[in-house]
């Protein structure tokens, strides 16, 4: 039986998709499934499904999206900063970065994993390009050669046509996993998402 391919659809700066990023990929390994890691410009995204960004929202959204982070991290036993030095961050450097490891067959979920802890556990800034060398160097890959590649002008459009790809699969928010077509959003859903990996026989 063929092996179910998961669509993993994240912003680089997301909280959500840091929160659920290690159990992620623990659950694609253990149901032996291909993850294919697609970047999105979450902004984008937003603008052409109606969401809201994060400094856009009420007070009172702003104050309860950060009560759900807080009490995610503690049931998870996660560690995040709510108030990171370095957000709203570019996420246009990062999402190259990633799409240049995967155009070289790295190991691309945990460099999205690894960007993700940078900004929501280590305060640092995931727009520099030195400091995503130092990242990908830490996972055993070659930072110089990926950064390099990634500020190539054909990953800024495959950034840009991943981000309409987004849109076009009927994503509006990160994490979002497809599985066999069939989409889930947020890290909270992760349980459906092996479930559904199950049903496919991974």
């Known amino acids: 039986m063929a092996v179910p391919a998961i669509d993993y659809w994240l912003s680089v700066a997301s909280p959500w998709a840091y929160l659920g990023g290690e159990r992620f990929a623990q659950?694609?390994?253990?149901?032996?499934?291909?993850?294919?890691?697609?970047p999105m410009e979450l902004g984008e995204v937003f603008a052409a499904t109606g969401g809201v960004p994060f400094a856009m929202r009420s007070a009172a959204r702003q104050a309860y999206r950060?009560?759900?982070?807080?009490r995610w991290s503690q049931r998870l036993g996660v560690p995040l900063n709510l108030a990171p030095r370095f957000y709203p961050v570019d996420r246009a450097p990062a999402s190259?970065?990633?799409?240049?490891?995967?155009?070289?067959g790295e190991d691309?979920?945990?460099?999205?994993?690894?960007v993700?802890?940078?900004i929501w556990a280590e305060d640092?800034?995931?727009a520099d390009w030195g400091v995503l060398r130092d990242i990908a160097d830490s996972k055993g890959m070659s930072g110089a050669a990926l950064t390099r590649m990634a500020q190539e002008s054909a990953m800024a459009e495959i950034f840009a046509?991943?981000?309409?790809?987004?849109?076009d699969s009927g994503v509006f928010g990160a994490p979002t996993?497809?599985?066999?077509?069939?989409?889930?959003?947020g890290q909270d859903r992760l349980e459906f998402v092996d479930a559904a990996l199950s049903r496919h026989g991974a």
């Open 66 to 70: 950060q009560l759900e982070l807080g």
């Open 161 to 167: 046509a991943e981000t309409r790809s987004a849109i």
């Open 124 to 126: 640092r800034d995931i």
């Open 96 to 104: 190259r970065l990633l799409l240049a490891a995967r155009d070289v």
């Open 27 to 38: 659950l694609a390994a253990r149901h032996g499934a291909h993850v294919n890691v697609r």
């Open 116 to 118: 993700l802890k940078a």
């Open 108 to 114: 691309v979920l945990a460099l999205s994993n690894a």
């Open 177 to 185: 996993y497809v599985v066999e077509g069939e989409l889930f959003w």
